[in-house]
């Protein structure tokens, strides 16, 4: 047995014809080839590798870290001396993942890393989290290494990349007491010690994943007198060095699996990583956006463990003569649980999809220069993942709350007693549409490619290509819903108030969510009509209602009566 | 420390944790469709124990020996895709239908012939057969010591190793000179997982395989020919909820449970 291998929805979304140009991209010419014994000699082959790490990713997912994952949640980590410890089953799913070489997916060989594509790290974040949300919080931060890669100088790579590449972890500390969703308040001091040639860093973080990782990037406050984003830079922070103790972790509701932390700050040493002032602005954007894909992973997974619990128990309990499962009021529930999670699942490697190929151009300019074909594909896919990453990230993170909340309902009394896994699942969604910011400002994020019609052209252009003629009828339904959409974006925008559009922000990216979802997921099911074409139908029924309430709540409303609102 | 030449026994068998009702054929044999074959539990530890000994003096070299048809090579693969160096796959008509006794003969001809090993590890036993005869028989014939039922490697030394062993009851350290046999319970380290470069470097590799001539071995002595072993019957039985029994656990209940199990011959 073996969750990949079991999961068939998982490898149609990765043999998209994109695919294939991906790994044109990643792979520059197969030139590593040459170099190291493991990398691809073809496209073929290299697909083929993604699918074999796939597969060992499902048997540790389903074989290791499943079964840790109660202990864990139970036991969560701890702290003493200034250090964080994880639960005994997070360290051995550490160690697993070691030894499997799962530590760095997604960085080049020459620092021996597997130089996979997001698309990959995502399918692997997924089913890491169905096992574990937790541990894939901690496993999923080696995309720092990402960023220390994009914006660290060689030297930097070659010091720091090589050991995420043998098995140290990373966290990213941004957050503090004063400074949560809005980071132009980080106040953590950067100063230059011009005696020891090296910046100090004094201050406290608070909230951070993983934060006794063994190497970390830091957002600090490195121009003094500066009040906001541009006085903000990032630094790496070597736990070699020490400097840096961990005052206390957060008792919390979920994802036990990996350490809160709160960090202290003594005259820490660390070392610039790209240019001052770009650290909030440049960087930690960048940062962030591949920790939202990471979290829409998770949230996938989360919704698949939660369609997995319901399934299984729906089947086994009986009541009134017969398995529950035989009841329209749960079946529907298990139908929409499914509906959902597919919805994610397509946004989810579409959006992955598009990051490989514009951060691939981006890398192979590293080398040389591109072609203006490139670099007008490089621009439009930038574009699209920052569009759909925050569309990703929301809808997938709110799905997988409603899905643990209705994996619950299934199972009745039981699934509020601690027996049972869909407790643990619904503790550890709940996160999800909360950090790496909430999905209020995933909305703020999206609601400017609403309004510049990126995504109604996206679904327009979906809605132009070819489907058989069985899908006609539900293409039409995509297309009223689009007329909706872009009706109450008009109606929205018509009144030039900006506190009316930010008040109806949430209800149009939401529309903006469900006919890109509805379109992509139609998309996807005609690839493969026996995996996903009921849950297509499913999503389209329940999608169209919600536009349609979207629009009938935008129709109604005024901007008079925004102060019923105000306290 | 000098680098050591470490061997691994390992079998492919028929998973017979999942076994259904459609297990066995009518004639008593297994019904090998609806099985799936696995690497042998028992044999995973035991690839474990070496990689560890290779861990704890690099420069070492771990080799697979499996006995089997042609996809059997799936063994010697997966336990390079877990880090073993190369590995050898005994094929060859002459060796089917072997007992214990022509299975030892088959492997330690392979051993004779790949050169010496300081350290041989096989599992304890096989999940099909579960006679834990074939490593102490390996042993035998090539003139090693041997240690059985290993959970630990507790010190390697020059020339000797420390190991614990499951016994009745308790554990047992024990010391035996180089080369040596080990076999290893299911109680030792679950195997590591396959590594990703591993199996992306290895997954086409070529698997030598070896036939009754490649190793030098007297045909006679083996498969078939070379097995005193004869099954007489293999009965398919299904143990049914009707069958069962309940008992408390008073002093009363458990002496005439006990009496009725040595009367009808399943315990003593």
Redesign the interface.
């Known amino acids: 047995m073996n969750w990949y291998k079991d999961t068939p929805e998982i490898k149609l979304r990765l043999e998209n014809p994109l695919m294939k140009h991906i790994v044109e991209l990643k792979e520059h010419g197969f030139a590593d080839a040459l170099k190291y014994?493991?990398?691809?000699v073809d496209v073929e082959d290299a697909l083929?590798?993604y699918d074999?790490?796939l597969e060992?990713v499902g048997?540790?997912s389903e074989n290791?870290i499943a079964p840790n994952s109660e202990g864990v949640d139970r036991t969560g980590p701890s702290c003493s001396g200034g250090r964080a410890h994880y639960a005994p089953g997070t360290a051995e799913n550490l160690e697993?993942c070691r030894?499997?070489?799962?530590t760095a997916i997604e960085m080049p060989r020459r620092y021996g890393g597997?130089n996979m594509p997001s698309t990959i790290f995502c399918a692997a974040s997924e089913l890491i989290s169905r096992a574990d949300a937790g541990f894939q919080n901690l496993l999923g931060l080696q995309s720092c290494a990402c960023t220390l890669y994009e914006f660290g100088t060689d030297d930097q790579r070659d010091r720091f990349i090589t050991r995420v590449c043998n098995g140290e972890t990373m966290s990213m500390d941004l957050t503090e007491p004063d400074a949560g969703s809005d980071l132009q308040s980080v106040a953590l001091k950067a100063t230059f010690d011009e005696a020891a040639n090296c910046w100090r860093l004094n201050g406290v973080k608070r909230f951070i994943t993983n934060g006794d990782s063994d190497i970390h990037l830091v957002l600090a406050r490195s121009e003094e007198g500066t009040t906001d984003g541009r006085g903000l830079s990032m630094f790496i922070y070597d736990k070699r060095e020490g400097g840096v103790t961990v005052r206390r972790i957060e008792d919390k509701m979920g994802i036990h699996g990996s350490p809160t932390c709160e960090l202290v700050y003594n005259n820490a040493k660390a070392e610039l990583c790209g240019d001052r002032r770009l650290g909030l602005i440049k960087y930690v954007m960048s940062l962030m956006n591949a920790a939202r894909l990471g979290i829409a992973a998770q949230s996938v997974g989360i919704s698949s463990a939660a369609l997995q619990e319901a399934l299984s128990y729906a089947a086994d309990r009986k009541q009134f003569g017969k398995t529950i499962d035989n009841f329209p009021a749960v079946y529907e529930m298990i139908a929409m649980i499914k509906a959902k999670l597919e919805a994610s699942r397509s946004l989810l490697y579409e959006t992955a999809n598009f990051v490989d190929i514009y951060k691939s151009l981006e890398d192979i300019a590293r080398e040389r220069t591109l072609t203006p074909e490139e670099r007008q594909e490089c621009k439009r896919y930038s574009r699209l993942a920052d569009a759909l990453t925050p569309l990703a990230k929301g809808m997938s993170s709110e799905f997988a709350n409603q899905n643990a909340y209705d994996c619950i309902q299934i199972h009745g009394g039981s699934g509020f007693m601690r027996d049972y896994l869909c407790e643990r699942l619904y503790r550890d969604a709940r996160i999800t549409s909360i950090y790496e910011g909430t999905t209020q400002l995933q909305v703020v994020a999206a609601i400017r490619y609403v309004t510049n019609e990126t995504y109604a052209s996206m679904v327009e252009e979906m809605l132009s290509e070819a489907l058989p003629a069985e899908f006609a009828s539900r293409q039409e339904r995509l297309r009223e819903m689009l007329a909706k959409f872009r009706a109450a974006t008009e109606a929205v925008t018509a009144v030039k108030d900006q506190d009316w559009l930010d008040f109806q922000a949430r209800r149009l990216v939401e529309m903006a969510a469900h006919c890109v979802m509805g379109a992509l997921l139609l998309r996807d099911a005609a690839k493969a009509p026996e995996l996903l074409l009921k849950s297509a139908d499913v999503y389209l029924a329940y999608a169209a209602a919600q536009v349609e309430g979207h629009s009938s709540f935008i129709k109604s409303s005024d901007p008079a009566m925004l102060s019923n609102y105000q306290a | 420390m000098k680098s050591l030449k470490i061997a691994v026994l390992a079998k492919q068998v028929p998973d017979t944790r999942n076994v259904g009702k459609d297990a066995m054929n009518e004639d008593g044999t297994i019904n090998r469709a609806a099985l799936p074959a696995i690497f042998n539990p028992e044999d995973m530890n035991a690839l474990e124990q070496a990689l560890r000994l290779k861990d704890m003096c690099p420069g070492s070299t771990v080799t697979v020996f499996t006995m089997g048809p042609e996809r059997a090579k799936e063994i010697v693969l997966e336990g390079m895709f877990r880090g073993a160096d190369t590995g050898y796959l005994l094929t060859d008509r002459l060796f089917a239908g072997a007992d214990t006794l022509a299975t030892s003969y088959a492997l330690s001809s392979a051993l004779r012939k790949a050169g010496s090993f300081d350290i041989i590890v096989g599992g304890r036993q096989a999940i099909d057969g579960d006679t834990a005869q074939v490593g102490p028989q390996v042993a035998q014939k090539l003139g090693l010591p041997q240690v059985t039922y290993v959970e630990e490697i507790l010190a390697l030394e020059e020339g000797k190793i420390t190991l614990r062993r499951a016994i009745t009851g308790g554990v047992e350290t024990v010391e035996a000179p180089l080369p040596v046999l080990l076999t290893v319970n299911g109680t030792a380290a679950a195997c590591?997982?396959?590594?990703?470069?591993?199996?992306?470097?290895r997954?086409k590799a070529e698997v030598t395989a070896w036939s009754v001539a490649d190793v030098d071995a007297d045909p006679a002595q083996c498969g078939l020919s070379g097995s005193p072993t004869k099954v007489k019957k293999v009965d398919s039985i299904s143990f049914q909820a009707k069958e069962s029994k309940r008992c408390t656990s008073s002093d009363e209940d458990i002496r005439s449970l006990v009496e009725e199990l040595i009367t009808n011959h399943t315990i003593g």
């Open positions: 014994d493991y990398a691809p083929d590798n074999r790490v060992i048997d540790i290791v697993i030894q499997a070489g799962l597997l | 590591r997982p396959r590594n990703a470069k591993l199996v992306m470097a997954k």
